[in-house]
């Protein structure tokens, strides 16, 4: 997978496995062979590793989710969930923008792809064995 | 205060409820989500309508607000966020959109989303980091929006907040 295009290969209920074949991101339709909950995942972890070759995956995220869902508009969602630490008592604010800089930076990584999913990037509190 | 800063000084009460007394209650923070995002809508809602109408007849701004859609405005914020706009609005643009009128759109969509799901989405648990982020969000838009509205870009950014539907075409 690239920054705009994901590489597939079919596979038949018997077992036979066909050719590869490339597929730009943004072409990829809600409810197609391709709009599948592992491809959605393999795209925000090829996005994360960037970001950490790039060293801007910062220490204080823990993990991530990745979703699919209808929007409150009723429009196919990608939904990313940013986990960080939990804020048990008063966060401060400085701390608080640090995560929405997080958010933000992988809402416009996505949005750039121009997906057929409209991508949601939301923080949440990351817990031990989830 | 105005209405738009009391329910953003709601919303940030909303959050900081049940600190250190366990897990704070949904009621708690779900009404922090969909208070900061009122917030917000109302900030905008009322520049629109102030920048589409005169004072006079009285009552007149209010109802031209009154007919703000929410899914409208959601739409035009994306296009803004994604820069994804149509020919009536790019021939507006001297240059690429100033970057807090691009991070108001993007907090309000963000905002609008969760509100979303605040309000009818009882599967969905909300915990404090998520809604101290989405408080966040909406006190850094009134900073930013306080920074541009009398800006051009702010004025294109209000009115395809009303317009969209046409402009869209």
């Known amino acids: 997978m690239t920054n705009w ?10 077992g036979l496995i066909g050719s590869e074949f490339k597929t730009r991101l943004s072409m990829i339709q809600p409810q197609s062979d391709e709009d599948k909950s592992q491809f959605w995942k393999m795209l925000v972890d090829d996005l994360v590793r960037v970001l950490k070759a790039k060293g801007e ?39 608080v923008s640090k995560w929405n800089d997080f958010v933000n930076l992988v809402q416009d990584s996505l949005g750039r792809l121009r997906l057929q999913r409209w991508p949601y990037v939301e923080l949440g509190e990351w817990r031990r064995r989830r | 205060m105005s209405l738009p800063l009391d329910l953003l000084e709601q919303a940030h009460f909303l959050s900081q409820r049940e ?13 922090a989500v969909s208070t900061a995002y009122y917030a917000v809508f109302h900030l905008l809602s009322a520049d629109a309508s102030s920048q589409a109408c005169p004072v006079n007849p009285m009552g007149l701004r209010e109802r031209v607000q009154r007919s703000l859609a929410h899914d409208t405005m959601k739409q035009a914020a994306n296009a803004i966020q994604s820069n994804n706009l149509p020919t009536q609005m790019v021939s507006l643009l001297a240059r690429p ?11 309000f969509v963000r905002l609008q989303e969760q509100r979303h799901k605040a309000d009818y989405d009882m599967s969905d648990q909300f915990d404090r980091t998520r809604v101290l982020g989405l408080v966040r969000v909406a006190e850094q838009i009134f900073r ?3 920074a541009v509205r009398n800006t051009e870009d702010a004025h294109i950014f209000l009115a395809a907040l009303m317009f969209w539907k046409l402009w869209s075409k």
């Open chain 1, 5 to 14: 295009e994901a590489v597939f290969r079919v596979r038949s209920a018997d």
């Open chain 1, 57 to 95: 995956y910062p220490d204080f995220v823990k993990g991530y989710e990745v979703t699919t869902d209808r929007d409150s508009t009723g429009e196919p969602g990608l939904y990313v969930k940013i986990l960080v630490k939990p804020a048990h008592g008063a966060t401060d604010d400085a701390t």
């Open chain 2, 19 to 31: 600190v250190g007394r366990g897990r704070p209650r949904q009621a708690s923070l779900r009404r």
């Open chain 2, 97 to 107: 959109m100033n970057a807090q009128v691009i991070s108001v759109a993007r907090g």
């Open chain 2, 144 to 146: 930013d929006w306080s």
